[in-house]
Each structure stands twice: as C-alpha cells, then as structure tokens.
C-alpha cells in the first residue's frame, strides 16, 4: 500500500512523468488529511492555484482511498521525527509509518533519512 505526498499526488493528477511509477502500481494508494491541508495551505499562499477552488474532490477520487488514523498515535509518532522541521513531512512520515504504508514521494531529504524499503521513489 502506498500513501502519496503531496507532490506525488499532485504529478499524478496532472499526469506528469514523475508519476509513471504510480501509474503503474497495482495496489491501493491513499491520501493523506495532511496532504489536504497543505494544499489548502499553499493555495492560501499563492503558491499554487485550482480552476474553481480548492479541489474538495481529490478526496473523492477512485484513484485513492483518503485514509485517517487516529490522532492521538499518528501525532504521537510524529513527535519523533525530529530531524524536519517541515510539519507535513512529519505528518505523511508518521503517517505512513503508522499505517506501514509506503510514502511515495519525490523528496530527497526523504531519501536521506527513511529506509528504501518504506519509499517509492518519485
């Protein structure tokens, strides 16, 4: 099972080569509440900007199943992760960890400090 960072959804909606190795993947993916917020959050910024809004629909989407563990566990395991100070890396880490799902992502400091075996490299 696979839960996608934010990037990983993001080229995956817009069909961008680095998705291809989702693409491809036969079992379940799963999005994140973590990765909602931050969209929200960068679309708050001006960083990014969606035809008609926020995408409340990305949660709907049969490519993905949204996926919300329980707070109390998934914010325990993100205490941790002290190495980032990126709050949503802690939270799709901890996230994944708590779940054992595998975290597709395109982040090297990522890459750097989590085992091969939890990633999907983007």
Known sequence: ???LDTNALLWLELGHARSRPLARW???LYLSPATLLELQLLQEVGRLRFRG??????ADDDRWLLDSPPADRWFTEALALSWTRDPFDRLLVAHAR???FRLATGDGELFERLEPTSLLEL
Request: aromatic share 6%; proline share 7%.
């Open 1 to 3: 099972m696979i839960l």
């Open 26 to 28: 036969a079992g379940r």
């Open 53 to 58: 809004g926020f995408p409340g629909g990305l």
């Open 98 to 100: 708590l779940r054992g």
